[in-house]
Nanobody
Framework: QVQLEESGGGLVQTGGSLRLTCAAS????????RGWFRETPGNEREFVAA????????HYADFAKGRFTISRDSAKDTFYLQMDNLKPEDTAVYYC?????WGQGTHVTVSS
């Protein structure tokens, strides 16, 4: 059983930065991509960014391009989401994902 533990959410002002961390434990495999999603009340969970573990290629939602950066530390089986120039519309619960596994979610609040 894979477990994903997130950390790094919080309250930040518009234009600020946060770094989310997702640490995996259990039987993970390098062939899977890992990603970040977010969810706001009344809306479906949406894709934010993903990283392919085998070749380090990255993919971003349009709203994340140029502001968010996904990265990894293979030795720690951990991946990150650096979020810069945050906007109030980025306020959401952010979830990390690996295959069928999800983290518990971390709250990000951006004040105007």
């Amino acid at each position: 059983q894979v477990q994903l533990e997130e950390s790094g959410g919080g309250l930040v002002q518009t234009g600020g930065s946060l770094r989310l961390t997702c640490a995996a434990s259990g039987p993970t495999f390098s062939g899977h991509a890992r990603g970040w999603f977010r969810e706001t009340p009344g809306n479906e969970r949406e894709f934010v960014a993903a990283i392919v573990w085998t070749d380090n290629s990255t993919h971003y939602a349009d709203f994340a391009k140029g502001r968010f950066t996904i990265s990894r530390d293979s030795a720690k089986d951990t991946f990150y989401l650096q979020m810069d120039n945050l906007k109030p519309e980025d306020t959401a619960v952010y979830y990390c994902n690996y295959g069928v596994y999800w983290g518990q979610g971390t709250h990000v609040t951006v004040s105007s």
